[in-house]
C-alpha cells in the first residue's frame, strides 16, 4: 500500500528558502513518475514540478523555473522540492504524487497520478 508522506512545509517571508520532502517507507519509486502539485485557497489544484524517477527528466510550471528544483535520493528514497525565492503567490498546500504505473513518462496533470500524499502547508509573508 502507498503512503506518502510529505513535510518541510511551513511560514517564511518572502525571498526565503524551504525544502519540501516526499517519502514513503513501504516501496520504492524506482520506475515511476513523481510530482509536486499545490493547491491554494479557493482555488483548484496546479502542477507544480515533476520528474521520472529512473530518468531524472523534470518539468516545471512557468512560474517557478528557475527558483524550485525537484530532485530524488535514491538511498533515501525520498522526493524533494527545494524552493527558493518564495514568493506570496506560493503559498498553498503541497502534495506530492506518484503514478500508479511504472512508466518512462512524466506528467503535468493530476490525472495521471494514482497516489497522493496529505499535503504539507507552506504561507509565504510580503
Known amino acids: 500500500q502507498v503512503h506518502l508522506v510529505e513535510s518541510g512545509g511551513g511560514l517564511v517571508k518572502a525571498g526565503d528558502s524551504l525544502r519540501l520532502s516526499c517519502a514513503d517507507s513501504?516501496?520504492?519509486?524506482?520506475?515511476?513518475?513523481m510530482g509536486w502539485f499545490r493547491q491554494a485557497s479557493g482555488k483548484g489544484r496546479e502542477f507544480v514540478a515533476t520528474?521520472?524517477?529512473?530518468?531524472?527528466?523534470?518539468q516545471y510550471t512557468d512560474s517557478v523555473l528557475g527558483r524550485f528544483t525537484i530532485s530524488r535520493d535514491f538511498a533515501e528514497n525520498t522526493l524533494y522540492l527545494q524552493m527558493n525565492s518564495l514568493k506570496p503567490d506560493d503559498t498553498a498546500v503541497y502534495y506530492c504524487?506518484?503514478?500508479?504505473?511504472?512508466?518512462?513518462?512524466?506528467?503535468?496533470?493530476?490525472?495521471?497520478?494514482?497516489?497522493w500524499g496529505r499535503g504539507t502547508q507552506v504561507t509565504v509573508s510580503s
Open positions: 513501504g516501496r520504492s519509486f524506482s520506475g515511476y513518475s
Open positions: 504524487a506518484v503514478s500508479g504505473y511504472q512508466t518512462p513518462m512524466i506528467s503535468v496533470s493530476p490525472t495521471d497520478y494514482a497516489y
Open positions: 520528474i521520472n524517477w529512473n530518468s531524472g527528466i523534470t
